[in-house]
T-cell receptor
Framework: NAGVTQTPKFRILKIGQSMTLQCAQDMNHNYMYWYRQDPGMGLKLIYYSVGAGITDKGEVPNGYNVSRSTTEDFPLRLELAAPSQTSVYFC??????????????FGPGTRLTVL | GQQVMQIPQYQHVQEGEDFTTYCNSSTTLSNIQWYKQRPGGHPVFLIQLVKSGEVKKQKRLTFQFGEAKKNSSLHITATQTTDVGTYFCAGPTGANSKLTFGKGITLSVRP
């Protein structure tokens, strides 16, 4: 099992360009999340989804969009990239709570630079 | 909204020393989770604490949940270079569908 995969690993964008960060999971988890991590700032939630067809905003959604048409995939779209979106982006998943640990499983991350 | 605080953000220890860090929440938590992120890596789940006053051990790591369920601690006995990384605590929000992460504490260990 691959777990949580993210593509690409690295990307450099010019200001105003757009791109889609891909996230896929093979664990059949209902919950999926997108975080951004800036130095010294911890993990900030951008968007999340509790199941296919359902998405909701997190703490820092401006400048991003998501969709969840399948359980497996949760792409993050950046429109009109700005230098403030330079960050490391992590996708994470979580199983529906069954009384056990509600741990999140993280992908390896995408390092994005906007110049 | 809910805040999860970890202070300080950086700590440097000599290999073999003990290390303790704390996590404080602005609200009572149903549970608290700890994650570790190695340099250049992604966060990896370590443990979840649920009960008031709960203590769990993983080899040299000891985790405790406060009696009021608003704080938690992580204690590492006799640190090793393999303990290097950033340790995050996180508490659930949004009807337990989301986590709020602290800013993390980055531990460096001098050999």
């Amino acid at each position: 099992n691959a777990g949580v995969t993210q593509t690409p690993k690295f990307r450099i964008l010019k200001i105003g360009q757009s791109m889609t960060l891909q996230c896929a999971q093979d664990m059949n988890h209902n919950y999926m999340y997108w975080y951004r991590q800036d130095p010294g700032m911890g993990l900030k939630l951008i968007y999340y989804s509790v199941g296919a067809g359902i998405t909701d905003k997190g703490e820092v959604p401006n400048g991003y969009n998501v969709s969840r048409s399948t359980t497996e995939d949760f792409p993050l779209r950046l429109e009109l990239a700005a230098p403030s979106q330079t960050s490391v982006y992590f996708c994470a998943t979580r199983a529906r709570s069954s009384g056990g640990a509600n741990e999140q499983f993280f992908g390896p991350g995408t390092r994005l630079t906007v110049l | 909204g809910q805040q999860v605080m970890q202070i300080p953000q950086y700590q440097h220890v000599q290999e073999g020393e003990d290390f303790t860090t704390y996590c404080n929440s602005s609200t009572t938590l149903s549970n608290i989770q700890w994650y570790k992120q190695r340099p250049g890596g992604h966060p990896v789940f370590l443990i979840q604490l649920v009960k008031s006053g709960e203590v769990k051990k993983q080899k040299r790591l000891t985790f405790q949940f406060g009696e009021a369920k608003k704080n938690s601690s992580l204690h590492i006995t006799a640190t090793q270079t393999t303990d290097v990384g950033t340790y995050f605590c996180a508490g659930p929000t949004g009807a337990n569908s989301k986590l709020t992460f602290g800013k993390g504490i980055t531990l460096s260990v001098r050999p």
